[in-house]
Structures are given as C-alpha cells and as structure tokens.
C-alpha cells in the first residue's frame, strides 16, 4: 500500500515504473475507448490523425484537415505541458515534480466527467467540438508523463510500440539457436520486457472494457472514479511539497507571494 501510494514521487524503481505504467495504461484504454463512443473516435491515436491529414489535403475536406489537425495540436500541447511541468519541479527540487501533470490530469478528467455533455456542444475553430481536443490534450499529458518517468521506456496511451517489442521478443522466443552457436551469439528473449509489454496491452484493453462499458450504461460521470484514482496516486507527494516547500505554498497563493519566496532548500 505504501507503494502504491508513492508511485508519482521522484524515486523511481523498475518495480514502481512497472506498477504505474500498467495503472496508467488502463485508464488510457477507459478514455480511448469512451472515447470512441462519445466523439467516435480514438483520440490518442496521433497516427490515424496523422494519416487524416494527408486525406483532408488529398480530398479537399477541409473540415476533415482542420479535425486532425486540431487533436494533433491539443496532443502536442499536452506533452509540452508535462515537459514544462516536470522540468519547473526539478529546477525548484520539488518531489512532485512527477505528480503535478498527473493532478492536472485528474482536474480536467473530473471536468470532463462532470460537463461533458456541455463540452461536446462547444463549437472550436477546428470543425470538432471541445471534447476532442480536450481528451487529446489529456492524452498527450499522460503519455508525456510516462515517457518523461521512464526515460522513454514506457508509452501507456497507444499500444503500437508495446506489441511491436512484444512481437520482438516471442520472435526471439521462437528461435532455433544452433548448439554450435557461441553463448554470447545466442537469441535470448528479454522475458521481463516480455511481461511488461504483456501487461500493458492486457490493463489497456481491460481499461478499454471498463470504459466502455461505463460510457455506454453510466455516462459521462463514469470518468470521475477515474479521475479519483489518478488524484490519490497524484496528491501524497504534491502534499508533502505543500508541507515543506515556502516556494510552492507561495506559488499557490497569490502573485505577490512568488516574488519574495525562496526555493526550497536541497
């Protein structure tokens, strides 16, 4: 339970990237796929709205080109938030410097499920309404944050990269070695990258059901027990900052109390 709790603190262990990785790959599943049935399409999928580009300037469409283009950006946007997140916190030697993009994460998902139905009646300059673009733009946070945790080990909102490095090792798996073949010549599966990519396309399409399943007979409010899960995992460090840091709590309460406090001290 204790690590459960500390899973977004700047220490970091293979075990606890593993644990968070695969936590942060169901809630993406449950987003995607919800996703899909409420705007009809899968947006963390900056592939496929790569490729829709290409089709929006090829057809001619221009509500199409805009659509694209608009959830790139928002995606983009996302990841740059967590960029600049992480880094402000490591600058001011903050341990929830993992933690603030994922409390954010968890406000604008609690946004989303409570307004939601509000949002999709949002016009925006790019042919799709408010909710594409915002859960692109959590999309890109969470997937920013993973990458940024795990030295870009770890991606937990598509699952291209995982079943290409899971196909890669069961090819290796699978392979004949020669008895006359040198040990340090000889294909050997990675059987724990093996279990780590496993894992996160197997909590993903459990996400994925759960989402499902939850926007089709729930709602939109379905998104708030997800949004509490990532605020628990998100608060224990931010609090202790909160606790031990003058920089932060003068951060937080108002501009004229950033410019007399200190960082905190190493």
């Not at 899973?7 to 996703?35: C, E, K, M, P, Y």
């Not at 946007?77 to 929830?96: D, E, K, P, Y």
């Not at 606790?243 to 003068?250: C, D, E, F, H, K």
């Amino acid at each position: 339970m204790r690590r459960l709790l500390h899973l977004t603190g700047q220490h970091r262990t293979a075990s606890i990237d593993r644990i968070f990785g695969l936590l942060l790959a169901f809630n993406a599943g449950a987003v995607n796929a919800g996703g899909l049935l409420v705007v009809h399409m899968y947006t963390s999928h900056m592939s496929g709205f790569a490729s829709q580009v290409a089709d929006g300037l090829v057809l001619g469409s221009v509500p199409l080109l805009l659509g694209a283009v608009g959830a790139i950006l928002a995606f983009l946007s996302g990841a740059s938030t967590t960029a600049v997140i992480v880094n402000w916190g490591v600058q001011h030697r903050l341990r929830s410097s993992f933690a603030m993009p994922l409390l954010l994460e968890a406000g604008l998902m609690l946004v989303f499920g409570l307004l939601g139905a509000i949002t999709l009646t949002w016009p925006t300059p790019f042919s799709v309404p408010l909710t594409v673009l915002l859960l692109s733009y959590i999309m890109g946070l969470q997937n920013g944050l993973s990458s940024c945790m795990t030295h870009g080990r770890m991606r937990t909102t598509h699952m291209t990269g995982n079943i290409t490095d899971l196909g890669l090792e069961l090819g290796k798996l699978f392979y004949r070695n020669r008895r006359s073949t040198a040990t340090a010549q000889r294909v050997v599966a990675d059987r724990h990258a093996m279990r780590l990519h496993a894992g996160l396309l197997g909590m993903f399409i459990a996400g994925g059901l759960v989402g499902a399943a939850g926007f089709k007979y729930v709602g939109f409010v379905w998104v708030v027990p997800l949004a509490a899960l990532l605020l628990v995992l998100s608060l224990p460090p931010f609090r202790r900052d909160l606790r031990r840091s003058a920089y932060l709590r003068g951060m937080l309460k108002s501009p004229w109390a950033r410019r007399v406090a200190r960082p905190p001290d190493a």
